[in-house]
C-alpha cells in the first residue's frame, strides 16, 4: 500500500455550523455524515479526524448538553463559534444582548480582515483561541447539510446570513479548501444578500446540494465556469441507522398506530397580518386529521418531539400542547416527551403504519425505515425537493395553503396504499445509501488533491 493511502494518512475535516441535539434532524444529518464520511476514508486507506465548530460559544456544560448524543460522532473535538448565532447574554436586557452582539460582530470582523494577528487572537476567548488554532490546523472546512444559507431580506436576516457563511468564509481567508455537503439554500431574498452568499459559493471547492431546486437556484447565482462544482446528493441522514428504544417507551406504544411531527412555525416570509390565521389553520386541520385516524381508521396516534430546542420556537412539545389544547381529552391520541436519539426516533417511526410529518427529518427517518409519510412543506426547497427525488410528490402538501380535507384524503391515500407503498419504499431507500457511500468516497477522492493532514 503507497503512502497516498497509508492508514496514518489523516482525513482532516472540521465541520461548522453545528447546532444541538435538541433538533435530531441535525443530529441525523451529521452523524449520517460522519458514518458515510468514515467508511468511505477506511476504504481508502485513510483515517477520518472530524471535529465540530458549534454555534455556540459557551462553557463546556453548555457544549457537553448540545451534543450529548452525538459526541462520539466527533473524534477531533467540539469548539466553540467564533461568532455565535445564539449569544448567550447570563444578565441584562436588551441594550446589553445588542452590545455584547456588536462586540462579537466587531471582533469577528477584525478576525476576518486580519486571520494570522495574533493582537486580535487575544480579544478572544479561550474556547474561541481554541478554535481558531483548530482552523489553523484543518485540512478542510465544511458546512454540514441542512437549511441555514437562506434570507427574507430583512437586516437581522443579513446578519444571520453573515453568521452561518462566517465560518467558511474564515477558512477561504486562511487559504483552507471549503465545501458545503448536503444543502438546502435558498430563497435569498436581497441584492446584497445573494451577493454575500454567492462570494463565498464562488471559492468553494465543492457544493453538494440535497435536492433539485437548490441546485438550479446556486446555478443561477454563479457564473457558469463554476457549475462543475455542482453536485445533486442525498441528505446524510438517510445514512443513520436506526437505535433500541427504551424499554419504558416500547411498553406503552399502541400495537397499530400513525406517528405524528408538528412544529411551531410563524410564516416569516408571508404577509404579517396573516401569520396567526395560518398557523391556526395548520393546527386545526392537524386536529382534524388526528380525530379522522382514531375515528375512520380506528387507529392510535402518536405524537413525537422531533425537536425539543435549542431555542422556544424550535420546541416541537409546544407544538404538541398547542394541539393538545385543540383536540381536548381525545381518546386514543398519545403525546411522547422523550428525548430520543435520531437512530431512536428511525426505531420509532418504523414501528408506525404512516408517519405524517411537518419535520422533514422525522419523513426521512420514517422512509428510511421503510414507512410510509405524508410530508407537510414548511420553508424553502427541501421537503417537496427531497419528496419528488423519491417520486413521492404526491404526498406533500404546503404548510401555507393546507386544506384539511385535501390533507385527510392525502393521508387516507397513502394509509389505503400503505402495503405498496412500503413495498416502493424497501426498492427505493436501499441504493440511496449506495449512493450516498459514492458521493462520500468521491469526496475522500477530492481531499486527496488538498492538504489533508494538519
Not at 465556469?225 to 424499554?247: C, G, M, N, Q, Y
Not at 403504519?353 to 426521512?364: M, P
Request: charged residues 20%.
Amino acid at each position: 500500500m503507497n503512502d497516498q493511502h497509508s492508514p496514518q494518512n489523516t482525513v482532516s475535516v472540521l465541520l461548522v455550523n453545528g447546532w444541538s441535539d435538541d433538533n435530531k434532524g441535525d443530529a441525523a444529518i451529521v452523524e449520517g455524515f460522519s458514518r458515510s464520511m468514515s467508511r468511505a476514508a477506511e476504504a481508502e486507506g485513510h483515517r477520518l479526524e472530524l471535529s465540530l465548530i458549534s454555534n455556540f460559544s459557551g462553557p463546556n456544560s453548555e457544549m457537553g448538553y448540545h451534543y450529548r448524543h452525538t459526541k462520539n460522532a466527533y473524534p477531533g473535538g467540539v469548539y466553540a463559534s467564533l461568532l455565535p448565532v445564539n449569544l448567550t447574554v447570563p444578565s441584562g436586557g436588551v441594550a446589553t444582548k445588542a452590545l455584547r452582539r456588536a462586540l462579537q460582530l466587531l471582533i469577528a470582523t477584525l478576525l476576518l480582515a486580519l486571520p494570522r494577528s495574533r493582537l486580535i487572537a487575544r480579544l478572544l476567548s479561550e474556547p474561541q483561541r481554541r478554535t481558531l488554532e483548530r482552523f489553523h490546523g484543518a485540512g478542510v472546512v465544511a458546512s454540514k447539510g441542512g437549511h441555514i444559507f437562506a434570507s427574507n431580506g430583512s437586516p437581522l436576516s443579513l446578519v444571520g446570513l453573515f453568521s452561518n457563511l462566517y465560518p467558511l468564509l474564515l477558512a477561504q481567508r486562511l487559504s483552507i479548501p471549503t465545501g458545503i455537503y448536503g444543502q438546502s439554500i435558498g430563497p435569498v431574498i436581497g441584492a446584497n444578500h445573494r451577493k454575500l452568499l454567492s462570494r463565498v459559493l464562488k471559492r468553494m471547492r465543492f457544493v453538494y446540494l440535497r435536492e433539485p431546486t437548490s441546485v438550479e437556484y446556486v446555478r443561477a447565482l454563479l457564473p457558469t465556469a463554476h457549475h462543475t462544482r455542482l453536485k445533486l446528493v442525498w441528505d446524510t441522514a438517510f445514512s443513520i441507522e436506526s437505535a433500541p428504544l427504551p424499554e419504558r417507551v416500547t411498553a406503552k406504544l399502541p400495537e397499530r398506530f400513525v406517528a405524528l411531527t408538528v412544529r411551531q412555525w410563524a410564516f416569516p416570509f408571508d404577509v404579517p397580518g396573516r401569520r396567526n390565521a395560518l398557523y391556526e389553520a395548520y393546527l386545526s386541520a392537524i386536529a382534524h386529521v388526528v380525530r379522522q385516524v382514531v375515528t375512520e381508521l380506528e387507529t392510535d396516534v402518536v405524537v413525537v418531539p422531533q425537536v425539543i430546542g435549542p431555542t422556544g420556537l424550535e420546541n416541537d412539545l409546544t407544538a404538541q400542547d398547542q394541539l393538545k389544547a385543540r383536540l381536548g381529552e381525545q381518546n386514543r391520541v398519545h403525546y411522547l416527551h422523550d428525548d430520543f436519539t435520531a437512530g431512536q426516533l428511525m426505531n420509532l417511526y418504523g414501528r408506525a403504519t404512516l408517519l405524517i410529518g411537518t419535520r422533514f427529518h422525522s419523513v426521512i427517518l420514517a422512509l428510511a425505515a421503510g414507512t410510509p409519510a405524508v410530508a407537510i412543506a414548511y420553508h424553502g426547497f427541501k421537503t417537496r425537493g427531497i419528496m419528488q427525488m423519491l417520486g413521492l410528490e404526491q404526498y406533500v402538501l404546503d404548510i401555507g395553503a393546507l386544506d384539511r380535507e385535501d390533507l385527510w384524503q392525502r393521508v387516507l391515500a397513502a394509509y389505503g396504499e400503505r402495503e405498496a407503498y412500503a413495498g416502493y419504499l424497501s426498492k427505493r431507500i436501499p441504493p440511496i445509501a449506495k449512493d450516498e457511500a459514492e458521493t462520500a468516497r468521491q469526496v475522500v477522492d477530492l481531499l486527496g488533491s488538498e492538504r489533508l493532514s494538519p
